[in-house]
């Protein structure tokens, strides 16, 4: 469990892991097997142990929790077979999450390898480059472990002499993207601020599990937007987080303008916002080699718009899109359950852990939706 910063987080050690240790920051909970880890988080979360929690920080410097008031930390004790329940109850919803996560990070690799393979790599090409030189009669059946005899007539059987495919086009992410930068509305105005509208900083970005930007933390009005120069960017814009740190990435699945931490693209020409994300990905320590900064590193507009991108044909960029977005449109699918099935199980956990609901309530409720 987390004690200093951030207090209150808290994670199950696998098993499986050995050797490990911890940080000062980090407090280590051994729990009575009749009890089960999982039990203390889900009683870690609840009112009164989060009340006792804030009754107690140190907040001097930063919120510190010390390890005396850790240990008096109350925790829910219904009987065995409640507690069971509860815990199989919740943890379906909890497994569901993790499920839902293992799932994203492979599909995000699947479009990895596929942008690296084609645009990167170029296997396609290199592909019929070999073709070619084994002295074959026909280019109609893929070489290329991932490509269907429908694309592979698509890819260029050469490379050209800036080692690029054969009528590809070496282009920079500014002409692809419309480039915008945000800011912040002053905060001595409440009238700019708590409106209906998204408004969105690095931090948003900090804990997704996921590149799907769904809701940000702070909101402004109508009138804040008006003091940012970018306005509102579109469903679909892709944040990059430009300082403290860069490397943030994400795609916006609301409307939503955004504070002088980010650089953002609007993918409205020739590349899709699909490609933009991987490219981003792809290039990140290009794009870290051209930060500066004496307080701390960034990434200006200036120097990100020039990064160079090789722009393929229109039929492989049509092609590629209709592989990788969706793969990304699954991605935000799964974030959005996930993202309920935490509500859901926050909902749940208080009551629950007062008695307030039985697990025997909440399956009849949940038969009656189904």
């Known amino acids: 469990m987390s004690i200093v910063g951030t207090v209150g987080q808290t994670a199950i050690v696998d098993s499986s892991l050995e050797g490990w240790n911890v940080a000062r920051a980090v407090a280590v909970i051994p729990v009575k097997q009749d009890i089960g880890p999982y039990w203390i988080r889900l009683s870690l979360k609840g009112g009164p142990a989060r009340a006792h929690i804030q009754d107690r920080l140190n907040t001097t410097v930063q919120a510190t929790l010390n390890l005396r008031d850790l240990a008096s930390l109350p925790i829910v004790l219904p009987p065995a077979p409640e507690r069971r329940a509860i815990a199989a109850t919740l943890g379906a919803l909890d497994d569901k999450i993790e499920l839902n996560r293992k799932m994203n990070a492979t599909l995000e690799a699947m479009a990895r390898a596929l942008f ?160 933009a994300w991987l490219w981003t990905l792809e290039n990140m320590d290009a794009i870290l080699a051209k930060a500066n900064g004496s307080t701390f590193q960034e990434i200006s507009k200036g120097n990100f718009r020039p990064l160079p991108v090789v722009v393929p044909a229109e039929p492989v960029l049509r092609a590629f899109d209709a592989i990788a977005k969706p793969l990304y449109a699954r991605i935000a699918k799964n974030e959005r359950e996930s993202r309920t099935l935490a509500q859901t199980r926050d909902l749940l956990l208080p009551r629950l852990m007062s008695g307030e609901l039985r697990v025997a309530e909440v399956a009849r409720l949940a038969s009656e939706v189904a």
């Open 116 to 275: 690296r393979d084609w645009f990167v790599d170029f296997g396609p090409t290199r592909a019929r480059m070999a073709l070619s030189a084994s002295g074959a009669k026909t280019a109609s059946e893929p070489r290329a472990p991932n490509l269907s005899p429908d694309l592979w007539p698509l890819f260029p059987d050469r490379l050209d002499d800036e080692g690029k495919p054969e009528g590809w086009e070496v282009s920079t992410i500014g002409e692809e993207v419309r480039v915008v930068g945000g800011s912040t509305p002053s905060t001595k105005d409440p009238d700019l601020w708590d409106g209906d509208i998204n408004w969105a900083t690095p931090k948003d970005l900090s804990n997704l599990a996921a590149p799907v930007l769904l809701e940000t933390s702070r909101t402004i009005s109508a009138a804040g937007l008006a003091k940012i120069s970018s306005g509102q960017l579109p469903v679909g814009a892709l944040l990059l987080s430009s300082r403290a740190p860069i490397g943030y990435l994400a795609i916006a699945e609301v409307p939503v303008a955004i504070n002088q931490g980010f650089i953002g693209m609007i993918c409205d020409k020739r590349i899709s916002n699909a490609f």
